[in-house]
């Protein structure tokens, strides 16, 4: 399994993870909004001179299998910065054979080759398997409200 930046040919790619994803948050209650995204935007906001968030890959045997969509976000009274994962998901065929591992992985050496203090994010408190899987990592809920769970990992 390798796990790779995406490029500006990926743009329909991330479009399908982010449906796939949205359909996952639909069945748990996460999700019951309406997509806006668009290959359009996706290239307009990922693939700028200075983009607003970033996106890895998995691949297993030349297919990609799982994503992360995560940016980076500064802490003034820390002086350093951290990431904000928004996105995770794995293909529901591969989850439990390291593929969320690995991407969470490759963003702890993101995270430390950019002087990050943590990683962030929400989870819905509905994810039973995906909070199991963070808190494996080493991850804390570091705060609940009604359905949303925030969590902090330090790689």
């Known amino acids: 399994m390798t796990v790779r930046s995406a490029n500006?040919?990926?743009?329909?790619?991330?479009?399908?993870?982010?449906?796939?994803k949205s359909e996952f948050d639909r069945k748990i209650g996460a999700f019951s909004g309406e997509l806006k995204v668009s290959e359009e935007k996706i290239l307009k906001t990922i693939f700028r001179e200075i983009p607003f968030s970033y996106v890895l890959f998995a691949e297993l045997s030349g297919r990609e299998v799982g994503f992360a969509l995560y940016g980076f976000r500064y802490s003034s009274f820390v002086g350093q910065p951290s990431i904000w994962l928004d996105d995770l998901y794995v293909e529901a065929e591969m989850r439990n054979q390291g593929v969320g591992a690995e991407l969470m992985h490759k963003l702890g050496q993101i995270a430390k080759e950019n002087d990050c203090t943590h990683l962030a994010w929400n989870a819905d408190a509905r994810n039973i398997r995906g909070l199991s899987f963070y808190k494996r990592l080493g991850a804390e809920i570091t705060e609940q409200n009604n359905n949303r769970c925030f969590l902090k990992w330090i790689p």
């Open 8 to 20: 500006p040919n990926d743009v329909s790619l991330i479009l399908s993870f982010i449906q796939k």
